[in-house]
């Protein structure tokens, strides 16, 4: 069970990317990697970055070959496993994500409502010609997808590629860290039932050592999630995703994002010019102070250990993106939900769930309804699918707001969605 293994990483240009080169050397002795190839399409960003991770793996004395290239059939060749983690028009496009809702009276956000269709309406058919190439050069690899929107990509990509795919997000591992950190015990011990999708999402039923946490304890370990009102969590008796802000403080967050003198991707625009200079700097072979500013965390931990529990056959409990097949019964097979999995070398199992909590069936439904809409309007660049899907948003709902809007975001994205443009139109 000793085969070197090959990764390939997508969007490689990414400031993440050192994170996860790290998380690799630190697991050098469970995952042999022998090559780590860089993609990306941004050749400048690729060619820092190429510089900066030979001088990294050097400073963690890890002996592992890098090189880059733009090639998708290079990069694949052989690959075990494609790490990919794209952004389809940059945080320019993200901008937009977050500014033209809200001059509409919505949540302007990249993963969340208007925003996070758009963002999917770019990514997705990126992410399925990614796809057809690694069941062309490596069907054997798993895809670790990391681009945002995860849970719609995952359900793009079950629909029209046959590959094995993975899709993660550090939300759904973050309830057992905050556990871990209030409780302080060993976030092994720590498990729970999880309802939901990718950023719609409750975690329940915790259990520490096999016995279920006190009202004392889930009262500490709610004060980690700082996002949504630590009453409103006590009366659900649920450890929701912080994402759950929007839908249930959405007239606040709207207020508290029109204040804001800038974007979320206007601040990372400007961060990212940092962090790039600090990586361009060749007298530089340590990860930049200026990245913990960037958030992300956790995410090479989470996708590093979903390698370890295929490649080693760990059987690990862990948090993923996958069809859903009965898991909830409330939900159609095909539809991808975020929940608890048994990981293995044949991949994700999803594990059962004893009890769906009434309060919050109604809104995951909606939203689930409302992403299946979407991908299915991003694979066929249907316009009035896209429009379904808007209104069945339970953040959008109005027509007479969704009509206008969906004309203006696709004029402001329409360098990134040639399916919505068939024939010129």
Not at 40 to 56: C, P, T
Request: aromatic letters at 10%.
């Amino acid at each position: 069970m000793n085969k070197e293994l090959k990764i390939a990483i997508v969007g490689a240009g990414s400031s993440y990317t050192p994170e996860l080169i790290e998380g690799l050397s630190e697991h050098r002795e469970t995952l042999p990697v022998k090559e780590i190839v860089l993609l990306d399409i941004n050749e400048e960003r690729l060619s820092i970055m190429e510089g900066f991770v030979k001088r990294y793996i050097k400073h963690l004395n890890y002996d592992v070959k890098v090189w880059s290239t733009t090639s998708r059939e290079e990069a694949f060749t052989g690959a075990d496993f494609v790490s990919t983690q794209i952004r389809v028009g940059g945080n320019k496009a993200r901008i937009f994500d977050e500014k033209i809702p809200l001059k509409y009276g919505l949540i302007g956000q990249e993963t969340t409502g208007v925003g996070g269709m758009f963002n999917a309406f770019r990514v997705i058919p990126v992410m399925i010609e990614i796809a057809k190439d690694v069941e062309k050069y490596c069907p054997n690899a798993w895809i670790i997808n990391y681009s945002n929107p995860t849970g719609l990509v995952t359900e793009a990509l079950n629909k029209v590629c046959n590959v094995k795919i993975a899709g993660l997000c550090a939300g759904g591992m973050r309830p057992r860290w905050w556990a871990a950190e209030a409780l302080n015990v060993p976030e092994e011990k720590i498990y729970y039932d999880y309802l939901g999708l990718n950023h719609m999402n409750f975690s329940y039923n915790m259990t520490i050592d096999g016995r279920p946490v006190t009202d004392e304890e889930f009262s500490n370990i709610i004060k980690k999630c700082t996002t949504v009102s630590q009453d409103w969590m006590e009366t659900l008796h649920l450890i929701p995703s912080q994402y759950t802000q929007y839908y249930f403080h959405t007239k606040e967050r709207v207020q508290q994002l029109k204040e804001q003198d800038k974007t979320r991707g206007e601040s990372i625009l400007e961060l990212e010019k940092q962090i790039f200079r600090e990586y361009a700097d060749e007298t530089n072979d340590q990860k930049p102070k200026t990245l913990a500013k960037r958030g992300g965390g956790g995410y090479s931990k989470v996708a590093i250990g979903v390698m370890d529990a295929i490649y080693n056959d760990t059987g690990k409990w862990m948090v993923i993106n996958v069809a859903n097949n009965g898991t909830v019964r409330f939900l159609d097979d095909d539809a991808v939900i975020e929940t608890a999995c048994y990981v293995s070398k044949n991949g994700m199992k999803p594990l059962t769930i004893a009890d769906y909590p009434k309060a919050i069936v109604g809104l995951v439904s909606a939203v689930k309804n409302y992403e299946s809409l979407a991908v299915e309007a991003a694979i066929t660049g249907d316009k009035d699918l896209a429009l379904q899907a808007l209104v069945a948003h339970p953040l959008v709902r109005d027509y007479d707001i969704a009509k206008p809007l969906l004309e203006e975001m696709l004029e402001a994205h329409k360098d990134y969605l040639p399916q919505f443009y068939k024939n010129g139109k």
